[in-house]
T-cell receptor, first 108, second 116 residues
Framework: GQNIDQPTEMTATEGAIVQINCTYQ??????LFWYQQHAGEAPTFLSY????GLEEKGRFSSFLSRSKGYSYLLLKELQMKDSASYLC?????????FGTGTRLQVFP | DSGVTQTPKHLITATGQRVTLRCSPR?????VYWYQQSLDQGLQFLIQ???????AKGNILERFSAQQFPDLHSELNLSSLELGDSALYFC???????????????FGPGTRLTVL
């Protein structure tokens, strides 16, 4: 079966850096996605990792360690508009399985 | 705007009824995925179609069914509705030529279903 864990909620201050962790257990790992979802809206793609290491894209970076079943999403120079849920999703064989998401609140 | 359209935006119905949700993928995308999102749960993968054929199945109830038509639009049919079926239903499309979820998925705006 699959198991994906990420913190339920996090808070941070505008301009700061926040790291959202995700751990997973799957039988047929084929990559890990991060999506952003504002309340009541559709998820939007942030990153995809299939090999170990860090992928950087502007203010957002994503890291993967397949041996540890671990990923994190790093958000730098936080802005108020970054307040949203961040969904970790793992490709298990041929299905994309989402975690329950981390709700991030950014305060001024 | 992701390029994926879903209708209707909102749907209110009664227990025991049957509804159909519609999704049109982005131009050129062959895969359509359906997800259910309840308040207390994350996005739950229901089913995937690729170029007209069922490709993968998730936690889809037997009361639910889907299909993808030759023009690639897809419909999700929910029958014998229960209160617990109230949720946001998303469809997503993907350009992955293999028909596997190895590429970014583009999500539609969702259909909010309320069962009274």
């Amino acid at each position: 079966g699959q198991n994906i864990d990420q913190p339920t909620e996090m808070t941070a201050t505008e301009g700061a850096i926040v790291q959202i962790n995700c751990t997973y257990q799957t039988s047929g790992f084929n990559g890990l996605f991060w999506y952003q979802q504002h309340a009541g809206e559709a998820p939007t793609f942030l990153s995809y990792n299939v090999l170990d290491g860090l992928e950087e894209k502007g203010r957002f970076s994503s890291f993967l360690s397949r041996s540890k079943g671990y990923s994190y999403l790093l958000l730098k120079e936080l802005q108020m508009k970054d307040s949203a849920s961040y969904l970790c999703a793992v490709v298990d064989t041929d299905k994309l399985i989402f975690g329950t998401g981390t709700r991030l609140q950014v305060f001024p | 705007d992701s390029g994926v359209t879903q209708t209707p935006k909102h749907l209110i119905t009664a227990t025991g009824q049957r509804v159909t949700l519609r999704c049109s993928p982005r131009s050129g995308d062959l895969s359509v995925y359906w997800y259910q999102q309840s308040l207390d749960q994350g996005l739950q993968f229901l089913i995937q179609y690729y170029n007209g054929e069922e490709r993968a199945k998730g936690n889809i109830l037997e009361r639910f069914s889907a299909q993808q038509f030759p023009d690639l639009h897809s419909e999700l049919n929910l029958s014998s509705l229960e209160l617990g079926d109230s949720a946001l239903y998303f469809c997503a499309s993907s350009p992955d030529p293999s028909g596997r979820p190895y590429n970014e998925q583009f999500f539609g705006p969702g259909t909010r279903l309320t069962v009274l």
